[in-house]
T-cell receptor
Framework: DARVTQTPRHKVTEMGQEVTMRCQPI?????VFWYRQTMMQGLELLAY????????DSGMPKDRFSAEMPDATLATLKIQPSEPRDSAVYFC??????????FGSGTRLTVV | TQLLEQSPQFLSIQEGENLTVYCNSS?????LQWYRQEPGEGPVLLVT?????EVKKLKRLTFQFGDARKDSSLHITAAQPGDTGLYLC?????????????FGKGTLLTVNP
């Protein structure tokens, strides 16, 4: 079965450090989403790419978060500098024209 | 602003019981999706409903989209322990953004043997 692959699965880092999360979307999918999940807020959309072009990153704190797709097989989400309030599970999802969206298993980030 | 309200927030039932969970909004959506999420994993898409009044069945699960496309329900018949998980609804197409999925906070279902 085709799957969205996220690495790392878990990350513990100190406040102020840079964090990079990686995602390999399903081959052939042309849309990529980054979501953040917390108990308080649920799932929040951070960024959205279609055909590798960023279409919406309004959900991201611009001063510390950045999302890119260097190529069709890799999407990255970076936080620099990280803060304790960034602790959450970050999900990447891919789909074909916003349909059949498949989520990865997530990166659980803890910033201490 | 939380556009999608799910209820109940928590539900614990015995195996074999029936249940219904709800997803309500004041916004109109072009489509609505239901996901199930298990601990340590990402949400898995169960169904997409598009037409107002549409009913879809997936084995023991019945999904309904409201006539006005503002709300939806998920009914599970004869629940089994394997149905345990977080059920999320997500609406697309509100405010002109067809791609933007707005998620509810979910209903955490526990089915006890």
């Amino acid at each position: 079965d085709a799957r969205v692959t996220q690495t790392p699965r878990h990350k513990v880092t100190e406040m102020g450090q840079e964090v990079t999360m990686r995602c390999q979307p399903i081959l052939g999918h042309n849309t990529v989403f980054w979501y953040r999940q917390t108990m308080m807020q649920g799932l929040e959309l951070l960024a959205y790419f279609r055909n590798r072009a960023p279409l919406d990153d309004s959900g991201m704190p611009k001063d510390r978060f950045s999302a890119e797709m260097p190529d069709a097989t890799l999407a990255t989400l970076k936080i620099q500098p990280s803060e304790p309030r960034d602790s959450a599970v970050y999900f990447c999802a891919s789909g074909l024209w916003e349909a059949r969206v498949a989520f990865g298993s997530g990166t659980r980030l803890t910033v201490v | 602003t939380q556009l999608l309200e799910q209820s109940p927030q928590f539900l614990s039932i015995q195996e074999g019981e029936n249940l219904t969970v709800y997803c309500n909004s004041s916004s109109v959506f072009s489509s609505l999706q239901w996901y199930r999420q298990e601990p340590g994993e990402g949400p898995v898409l169960l169904v997409t409903v598009v037409t107002g009044g549409e009913v879809k069945k997936l084995k023991r699960l019945t999904f309904q989209f409201g006539d006005a496309r503002k709300d939806s329900s998920l009914h599970i018949t004869a629940a089994q322990p394997g149905d345990t998980g977080l059920y999320l609804c997500a609406g697309a197409g509100s405010g002109g953004s067809n791609y933007k999925l707005t998620f509810g906070k979910g209903t955490l279902l526990t089915v006890n043997p």
